[in-house]
């Protein structure tokens, strides 16, 4: 359930993604972003936090758009998110995301049928007795163009109910 989170994020960030077509045409073509994030995680459905985890920090996005020599593209996206949290027993936390997304594409914007392969690194760490939570993915889509998804062979470490970044 929570992995279809994981695809809408996903879509999210196409969305973002979309405006990438000028990026191809400029002497950089890397578009450079600070977002503030803010997430929320209850139990249920993470079995694995104690109380209600809600967290502030910030998200740094390196996005680049590549034209390849046969026509076709490739969209680079570097994401890190870092921060605190505190749960309402009072227990601190700091986390952080570091994801890497690639997407081999027929246009800038991408248009089915393209692929997505992506690793994720997530860690939200207690400062205190309340239990660390970490997730590692790896994530090999196909987007079809009748609109499903293909898992290629995606790899998921750890409870994926428990991903902060499936809040942002």
Same mark, same amino acid.
């Given at each position: 359930m929570k992995?279809?989170?994981? /695809?809408?994020?996903?879509?999210?960030?196409f969305g973002l993604i979309s405006g990438l077509t000028p990026l /191809?045409?400029?002497?950089d073509p890397a578009l450079?972003?600070?977002?503030?994030?803010?997430?929320?995680? &209850? $139990?249920?459905?993470?079995?694995?936090?104690? &109380?209600? /985890?809600? @967290? $502030? *920090?910030?998200?740094?996005?390196?996005?680049?758009?590549?034209? $390849?020599a046969? *026509?076709?593209?490739?969209i680079d996206m570097v994401q890190i998110l870092q921060g605190t949290a505190t749960d309402s027993n009072g227990n601190n936390y700091v986390f952080h995301d570091i994801d890497h997304i690639v997407i081999d594409s027929n246009a800038p914007q991408p248009l089915p049928p393209y692929t997505l392969r992506a690793? @994720?690194?997530?860690?939200?760490? &207690?400062l205190g007795k309340a239990p660390n939570?970490?997730?590692?993915?790896?994530? $090999?889509?196909?987007?079809?163009?009748?609109g499903t998804v293909t898992d290629l062979g995606s790899v998921y470490e750890g409870d994926i109910s428990c991903d902060p970044s499936t809040q942002l």
């Open positions: 992995k279809q989170s994981r /695809v809408a994020q996903t879509v999210m960030v /191809v045409t400029r002497a450079t972003t600070r977002l503030p994030v803010h997430f929320v995680i &209850s $139990n249920p459905p993470c079995p694995s936090v104690p &109380s209600t /985890v809600t @967290g $502030n *920090g910030q998200a740094h996005q390196v996005i680049r758009a590549t034209k $390849n046969d *026509g076709t593209y490739e690793t @994720g690194k997530i860690a939200l760490i &207690s939570i970490k997730l590692k993915m790896l994530v $090999n889509w196909q987007f079809n163009a009748d």
